[in-house]
Every structure is written in structure tokens, then in C-alpha cells.
């Protein structure tokens, strides 16, 4: 195991054994190589690494602390990640999403509120084919986002939302404008509402279900 790499080893076991958490100051950098065997410069490389994914803040003449630790910040690399997709690993986000996203709106069937339905239908009005595609890309943000929210796990809907890429739909929405598929994919978000307003968990996994596979196999025919 490399140095660096045993560094970011053992302030991740201080994470997990509780002798860390989250908002807490690190010790200073001379105590804290020692106490965990290491070279200072390992121990500054180790911090770099940890502070990119966000588990770590530093913050200049005051400290390196560890951060909230929240899902979402630990998703950012994530996303910054699925915006430098190349062709063919558009597939592969799309296979994941194929398997979480009808995952979420199953659980979402028995979670979600009145209050995220009316959002849910709200981002249906005024779309039509005439809508623009920056507009479009919008409107399918927000309505999968709304579905991973309303299954009200952190975690999940953090990994969701890490897969959201908008270069992704900008160019997913462009191509079915070309091929006239707006009003279809619309209709498909409608029946997916309906199946959660009527708390029908299998309806609304299988609707999800198909819905990403029909855009799937149009990125297929596409590439």
C-alpha cells in the first residue's frame, strides 16, 4: 500500500471508530503524524486527497476539519465524474439508473406526500413539443429529483441525484425533439405520476422501468 494511501487509511479508521466526527478539528499536523506513525508529508497528501471528495475541510489559519459528512457532499466527485462521460459510458450510467431509479419510485409509492405530488404535476405544466430543450432538461431534473426525494433516503437519493447529469438530458431531450418522442416520454412521466398518487408500488417501479429502457434503447440506436 502506498504511504499516501495508508494515510488516508488511517484517518478514515479514526472516522469509523468514532474518534473523528463530523464538524470536529483535526488535531495539528505534528501531533497528528506521530500519533498515527506518519511522515508529515504523507499526512499533507492524505488531507488533499480527503479534502477533493469533501471529507475533509481545511480552512487556511484556522484548521482542517471534518465535514458534515452529508450523502450529498460526499457525491459531489460523483457527478463531477459522470459530466466527463464519453459515449459509451452514457450506457453504463444509464444501466445503474435502470436499476436504482424504479428502486426509488417503488419506495417513493409509500413515502410520497400530497404536498410532492402537486410539485410532481406542477413540473408538467406548460411542456409540450414546442417546449425548448433547456426547458425540457429542466423539467426532467426536477421530476426525477422529486421522485428520489419523495423515497426520503439520503443516501439513495444523493447516488440519484449524482447520476443526474444535465450535459446527459441536454443531449437525450435534443434528439427526441428530432425525433418527435416528446409527447410520448411526457405521457410516460404522467402515467408514472398516476401510479404513485394511487401508492401503487409495482406500477410505478415498472413504469420507471420501462420509461429509462425506452431512452436507453434510443441512446443505443443513437451512438
Known amino acids: 500500500m502506498a504511504v499516501t494511501d495508508e494515510a488516508i487509511t488511517k484517518i478514515k479508521d479514526m472516522l469509523l471508530s468514532g474518534e473523528l466526527s463530523a464538524g470536529e478539528r483535526l488535531p495539528p499536523e505534528k501531533e497528528l503524524s506521530e500519533k498515527l506513525g506518519l511522515s508529515r508529508s504523507s499526512l499533507r497528501e492524505a488531507v ?38 464519453q459515449d459509451k459510458s452514457i450506457l453504463d450510467i444509464f444501466e445503474v439508473r435502470r436499476i436504482l431509479e424504479p428502486a426509488a419510485a417503488a419506495i417513493a409509492a409509500g413515502r410520497i406526500t400530497a404536498d410532492q405530488l402537486a410539485a410532481l404535476r406542477a413540473t408538467m405544466a406548460d411542456i409540450s413539443e414546442a417546449t425548448s430543450v433547456e426547458s425540457l432538461v429542466e423539467h426532467d431534473l426536477v421530476f426525477h429529483g422529486l421522485i428520489a426525494a419523495a423515497a426520503n433516503n439520503s443516501y439513495l437519493g444523493s447516488v440519484l441525484d449524482a447520476l443526474s447529469s444535465g450535459t446527459v438530458r441536454a443531449r437525450i431531450w435534443r434528439g427526441l425533439t428530432q425525433e418527435k418522442a416528446v409527447d410520448r416520454t411526457l405521457a410516460e412521466h404522467a402515467s408514472i405520476i398516476e401510479a404513485l398518487e394511487r401508492g401503487d408500488a409495482e406500477l410505478a417501479r415498472a413504469l420507471l422501468t420501462v420509461h429509462i429502457s425506452g431512452v436507453e434503447h434510443w441512446l443505443r440506436q443513437a451512438l
Open 48 to 85: 488533499k486527497a480527503l479534502e477533493i471528495i469533501r471529507v475533509l475541510d481545511v480552512r487556511r489559519g484556522d484548521g482542517t476539519y471534518v465535514t458534515s459528512l452529508e450523502p450529498q457532499l460526499l457525491t459531489e466527485a460523483m457527478t463531477f465524474i459522470v459530466d466527463l462521460h
